[in-house]
């Protein structure tokens, strides 16, 4: 356990490095709430309530997702892909631990990272320049958090999927390209997926994507209901069970193709 | 040239992903002005053809500076592995080498949706495309270009003073592709578009022109016609540019081994 | 007892085929050429505890692959291993946690980050006793000078510097088996004359086997008792230095300064390989020939101002086979 906690600590450290890495990442959050804001007081100047929401709770929903966003950034996709490209990944396995669980925790000690040098300023600045995002009901808190932490989970597991596929497909490069669109418009994290047409609402409902961002931040604002909060959750659970199972099979496969091939 | 079109068939299954996968980007970009306008009618006075025209024209600015000047976006790394080592040995101005370096045939899949989009709103939008526009479409295109290449030249620049793995760069690939360029500048506070017009000129690649092509009004009056004022302040600011980047030049500092 | 012991290992690679032009880029999408790379063809081993080895060949001749199986990063394709009586591949946990492996070519540090973090992590993951740890540092101070450099971020390190930080990485867990896949390339004199302390020292005071690549003949000559030659995937010779160069080259060549020369001079066994205005080279198997008897024959007919014997040369041995394989 211990070396794990200090993989954690060695990301940390390395993401302090340079001053530079720290400023601007945060700068494109404040940019980002500015940017979504500002594009809902244009759209509600017209309409006071869309789709049973107000300004403020929308206001909110850009703020809040801008902070579980600035949490949830992982890694694993792309140093999977770097270190494919410079033939360094079979090395990994010279070091007695598991390499997934090494993964997780080089993840985590970004979300840590993250937390610490993003949190607080972002929700200063939020509060100073937009509004205090306030839950709609202060006793879903525990359940709000709760989801945030699955939705880390669960997107963590879909970069690991696509971090092993790029494994895989070493030759078709680096496939955040593929995850970054499908995320950023599936996921619900900018423009919540109520607004989109119902053919492609459907189609998300079977996706793992719209259970990332939206449901946390839909239980936020208070868009579903007890019961209706509750089932989301539950089936983010679902879906990281499913995934969790699917990855350990996966890396089985990868693991023995690593094995063979070299790196 | 040659050299950067070979180095891209090494990888034809990666060109595969990316000819698949850019033009999504952009298609989500128009999906999500569609989205928006057709559920609010209008968005300050843009239709959603006009935001089309507009988004279009960005991301045809977009595949042009990655054609001719990707190589600018590498800078940080250049300077952190010392890499640009390389590129000062040639006897050779060292900013020109960059450049011609930089020539990359992958822009061509950066360009291509944003064609297909702006021609689908002019088509729609019925413009007038006489030679006067014309000649002020080709100003725009250049001008938005070199603004774009100047805004990643400084960038690129502040890692001669300063470590960074990129930061300001990657910064300025969202700023640009999701927040100024997707969506028309007057959605701002006045105090932005005064920043976004007067420090770092993103408003002329594109919202002003569509401005001006569109026959809108633009948040400052300005008095000289808009798409004129993009090329002119593209070559001031791509030159103001430069000049940060040979000052940064001087402070290079090569890497240990 | 043998501590490592490889039989039969063979390792092969399927690789694509890449042609040139847009023609060969489709071709390469629908219909990819596949080569076979036979890295490894029949390469049997086995090595003492205690024992230094030098593994040397050509680029591409297999000796990261072997190292790469040894260690378990590797499966054969068929062939047995054994190191320190396990299969790496089976018990890879147990095997890769008492050995150590450095890559010249591949850094296993943290890039952005002060040495001394790595150095710390592996303590971590390799349970090492505070103890152990310490002493280890201690002697890795004093073989290499690594304190001064433990507070410095490994991009700032020179590449000197940074080898040794790699090594001393690979050693703090005192491993029983040290895999070197060329650790000396591209040092600098002095640089190469620390690491050769080392390996020296730490496999004296620690009984540490050791397999050490490298393209410096110079690093065998000064470590290694004993050599192994691969080329093309076979080993084509295993065995003491000294044997393999003396059989190899068994050739000496005596040089003679003279005033005048003597084109025609022959001796049983003998060969004028060249002759100058007042220079003459002849060569000579000591198996046969006696130095001193040739150098009597010879004063005899012409007259010696100097006169020089040269070894013969572990470059031309190892070009030799080389050549043959
Ligand atoms: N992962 C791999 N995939 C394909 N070919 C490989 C791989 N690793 C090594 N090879 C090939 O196997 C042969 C032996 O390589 P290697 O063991 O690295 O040689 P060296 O003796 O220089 O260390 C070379 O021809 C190399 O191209
Ligand atoms: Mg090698």
């Not at chain 2, 057709?38 to 045809?60: K, N």
């Not at chain 3, 002095?190 to 690491?195: C, F, G, L, S, V």
């Not at chain 3, 086997?209 to 690093?219: A, F, P, Q, S, Y």
Request: with cysteine; net charge positive; aromatic share 12%.
């Amino acid at each position: 356990m211990n070396k794990y906690l200090y993989i954690m600590r060695i990301k940390i450290i390395s993401h302090l490095a340079y001053d530079i890495d720290v400023i601007f990442p945060l700068l494109l959050n404040f940019v980002w709430i500015i940017t979504m804001t500002s594009i809902w007081k244009y759209v509600y100047a017209q309409n006071p309530d869309i789709h049973g929401v107000s300004l403020p709770q929308m206001q909110t929903y850009a703020i809040v997702s801008t902070l579980v966003g600035c949490f949830c950034r992982h890694e694993v996709q792309e140093e999977l892909y770097y270190r494919m490209r410079q033939g360094t990944i079979a090395i990994d396995f010279i070091r007695p631990m598991n390499l997934v669980v090494s993964w997780l925790f080089e993840d985590i000690g970004n979300m840590v990272n993250n937390l610490l040098k993003n949190f607080v300023p972002i929700l200063l600045f939020a509060v100073i320049f937009i509004q205090v995002p306030l839950p709609q009901n202060l006793s879903i808190i525990p359940l709000f958090v709760l989801s945030v932490l699955l939705c880390a989970l669960l997107l963590w597991l879909i970069s690991l999927f696509f971090g092993l596929l790029t494994v895989v497909w070493v030759d078709f490069g680096n496939l955040g390209v593929i995850r970054d669109p499908l995320l950023k418009i599936m996921a619900g994290s900018f423009v919540p997926l109520w607004f989109f047409p119902g053919w492609f609402r459907k189609v998300s409902d079977w996706l793992p994507f719209k259970y990332t961002y939206q449901t946390p931040l839909s239980i936020y604002i208070g868009k579903l209901s007890m019961t209706g909060s509750l089932a989301a959750v539950g089936i983010q659970a679902v879906w990281i069970t499913v995934l969790c199972v699917c990855m350990y099979l996966f890396w089985q496969k990868v693991k023995k193709r690593l094995l063979i091939q070299g790196g | 040239m040659r050299c950067a079109v070979q180095s891209w068939f090494e990888y034809p299954l990666e060109m595969l992903c990316w000819i698949i996968f850019i033009p999504l980007y952009s298609f989500g970009g128009l999906l999500l002005l569609k989205v928006i306008s057709t559920q609010f009618s209008e968005i300050g006075g843009w239709t959603f053809h006009g935001l089309a025209f507009f988004y279009g024209l960005g991301i045809v600015t977009h595949g042009l500076h990655v054609i001719f000047f990707f190589a600018v976006w590498h800078t940080n790394y250049m300077v952190l592995n010392g890499e640009f080592d390389r590129i000062l040995l040639y006897p050779m101005n060292p900013f020109f080498m960059f450049i011609i370096q930089s020539f990359n045939i992958a822009g061509y899949i950066d360009i291509t949706p944003g064609i297909i989009i702006f021609t689908y709103a002019c088509l729609k939008l019925n413009l007038d495309w006489n030679a006067v526009a014309i000649l002020k479409l080709i100003a725009v295109l250049i001008g938005g270009t070199l603004i774009r290449t100047g805004i990643f030249m400084i960038a690129g620049a502040i890692g001669f003073f300063r470590d960074t793995r990129n930061a300001v760069t990657n910064f300025m690939v969202d700023f640009l592709a999701y927040n100024t360029t997707a969506f028309p500048l007057n959605i701002y506070p006045y105090g932005i578009q005064v920043i976004l017009t007067f420090l770092i000129p993103v408003g002329f690649i594109n919202t002003y022109p569509a401005q001006d092509f569109m026959g809108m009004d633009n948040t400052f009056s300005i008095p000289i016609n808009l798409s004129l004022c993009t090329l002119l302040v593209g070559i001031a600011f791509f030159l103001l540019a430069y000049g940060f980047f040979r000052f940064g030049l001087k402070h290079y500092k090569s890497t240990g081994s | 007892m043998s501590i490592i012991k490889a039989v039969h290992l063979r390792k092969r690679f399927i690789v694509k085929k890449k042609e040139p032009g847009l023609k060969g880029a489709l071709k390469g999408i629908f219909a990819p050429k596949k080569i076979i790379i036979n890295a490894l063809d029949d390469v049997s081993f086995s090595m003492k505890k205690g024992e230094i080895i030098g593994l040397i060949g050509p680029n591409g001749a297999g000796k990261s692959t072997t190292i790469k199986i040894l260690t378990g990063i590797l499966q054969p394709l068929s062939g047995e291993v054994e190191v320190m009586g396990l299969n790496p591949q089976k018990k890879r946990a147990e095997v890769v946690s008492r050995i150590g492996v450095v890559f010249g070519q591949r850094s296993q540090l943290y890039w952005d980050i002060r040495l001394g973090e790595s150095f710390e992590l592996f303590r971590r993951i390799y349970r090492i006793p505070d103890e152990e740890y310490n002493a280890n540092l201690e002697l890795m101070d004093s073989l290499l000078g690594i304190r001064r450099l433990i507070d410095i971020p490994v991009r700032q390190l020179s590449l000197g510097q940074r080898m040794r930080g790699e090594i001393v990485s690979a050693v703090l867990h005192s491993p029983d088996i040290l895999f070197l896949d060329e650790p000396t390339i591209g040092l600098d004199i002095q640089a190469k004359r620390n690491i050769r302390k080392f390996i020296r020292e730490i496999n004296q005071k620690k009984k540490t086997t050791i397999i050490l690549t490298t393209h410096d003949l110079g690093d065998v000559q000064e470590l290694c008792p004993r050599l192994v030659v691969i080329n093309k995937g076979k080993i084509i010779e295993d065995g003491a230095l000294d044997a393999i160069v003396h059989r190899l080259a068994p050739e000496r060549i005596l040089q003679i300064d003279t005033d005048k020369v003597k084109k025609d001079f022959t001796y049983p066994h003998c060969k004028m390989i060249k002759c100058e205005e007042n220079k003459m080279w002849i060569s000579f198997n000591r198996e046969n020939v006696s130095a001193s008897k040739l150098i009597a024959a010879l004063s005899a007919e012409v007259r010696i101002n100097d006169l020089q014997v040269k070894e013969p040369d572990i470059e031309d041995a190892i070009e030799q086979i080389y050549g043959e394989g």
